[in-house]
Nanobody
Framework: QVQLVESGGGLVQPGGSLRLSCAASGSIFSKYLMGWYRQAPGKQRELVATITTGDSTNYADSVKGRFTIARDKSKNTVYLQMNSLKPEDTAVYYC?????????WGQGTQVTVSS
């Protein structure tokens, strides 16, 4: 079982930036698709970004050009750099390893974008 621990959430003003981190137990990057998802109150969990074992990335249309997913294999850590944040980005952000259906999830970190 992969263990994932997110950090880096918080309160930020519109237009600001945050960087989320996801520390994974063990060496998983050669095995798993990694991703970030988010869930706003009253809404379903949605995909934000993914990165494959070959470093190919994919983004939700709503975050393209503003968010960047990356990973540091030496630290077993995945990052989500979020720029130009909007109030609609407010949500709990979850790290995932292995895909939405059968993968492992972190506990989530709250991101609030508000003035």
């Amino acid at each position: 079982q992969v263990q994932l621990v997110e950090s880096g959430g918080g309160l930020v003003q519109p237009g600001g930036s945050l960087r989320l981190s996801c520390a994974a137990s063990g060496s998983i990057f050669s095995k798993y698709l990694m991703g970030w998802y988010r869930q706003a109150p009253g809404k379903q969990r949605e995909l934000v970004a993914t990165i494959t074992t070959g470093d190919s990335t994919n983004y939700a249309d709503s975050v393209k050009g503003r968010f960047t997913i990356a990973r540091d294999k030496s630290k077993n850590t995945v990052y989500l750099q979020m720029n130009s944040l909007k109030p609609e980005d407010t949500a709990v952000y979850y790290c995932n390893a292995g895909g939405r259906t059968y993968g492992s999830w972190g506990q989530g970190t709250q991101v609030t974008v508000s003035s």
